[in-house]
């Protein structure tokens, strides 16, 4: 297996709710990442994990709330959004701490539309 | 992590060679040069990446530049398919607080 699955694809949500995306990878990736990408715009991180714990927070909102339980496993819990967070949320994940020996594997994303 | 400079757009016929050029010349000596791309609506692929040597895989070549402040992602014979935004990223991958950090990337445009 050499992808990296998130779901759902598409999420639509009020600003009241509270919603999880999920990745999951079984490549034996100790790294898992994830980027936000508005449109026409370049990803931009939000938060990396190295061996299950957190190692970097790109000072994201506190609605946001990342969760890696296992080592293939990473969750982002939202809640209570504003329409700005309206984007694609991309996870990847690399062999080690930065993809020395190949790259980050992305998924597919998932379209996050806020109401 | 040493930041990259890419033109906005490039076109390039199908068929030929297309040539993507970087430049980073603030890179230090222990950033590797990764070239990501991404295909309208999917997540980033990852193409190839080098630190001070030439690399070639069945994607892409990489070639980067002796003082290595630059380097060209080289798509051999460019299809329809090639069609899309590249990205150039210089990173330390080493510890646990390595990332990619994306710029505004490269815009290929591959046609008949």
């Known amino acids: 297996d050499t992808e990296v699955t998130q779901t759902p694809k598409h999420l639509v949500m009020g600003m009241t709710n509270k919603k999880s995306l999920k990745c999951e990878q079984h490549m034996g990736h100790r790294a898992m990442y994830w980027y936000k990408q508005k449109a026409k715009k370049p990803p931009e991180l939000m938060f990396v994990y190295s061996y299950e714990k957190l190692s970097i927070n790109e000072s994201v909102p506190s609605r946001f709330s990342p969760e890696c339980p296992n080592s293939s496993l990473l969750n982002l819990h939202l809640h209570a959004l504003q329409p700005e967070d309206s984007a694609l949320y991309l996870c990847?994940?690399?062999?080690?701490?930065?993809?020395?020996?190949?790259?980050?594997?992305f998924g597919s994303g998932t379209r996050l539309t806020v109401v | 992590d040493a930041k990259t400079t890419q033109p906005p757009s490039m076109d390039c016929a199908e068929g030929r060679a297309a040539n993507l050029p970087c430049n980073h010349s603030?890179?230090?000596?222990?950033?590797?040069v990764y070239w990501y791309r991404q295909i309208h609506s999917q997540g980033p692929q990852y193409i190839i990446h080098?630190?001070?040597n030439n690399e070639t895989n069945e994607m892409a070549s990489l070639i980067i530049t002796e003082d290595r402040k630059s380097s060209t992602l080289i798509l051999p014979h460019a299809t329809l398919r090639d069609t899309a935004v590249y990205y150039c990223?210089?990173?330390?991958?080493?510890?646990?607080?390595?990332?990619?950090?994306f710029g505004t990337g490269t815009r290929l445009q591959v046609t008949l």
């Open positions: 603030t890179i230090s000596g222990n950033e590797y």
């Open positions: 990223i210089v990173s330390n991958p080493t510890g646990t607080a390595s990332k990619l950090t």
């Open positions: 080098g630190l001070k």
């Open positions: 990847a994940s690399s062999q080690d701490g930065g993809g020395r020996f190949g790259g980050y594997t």
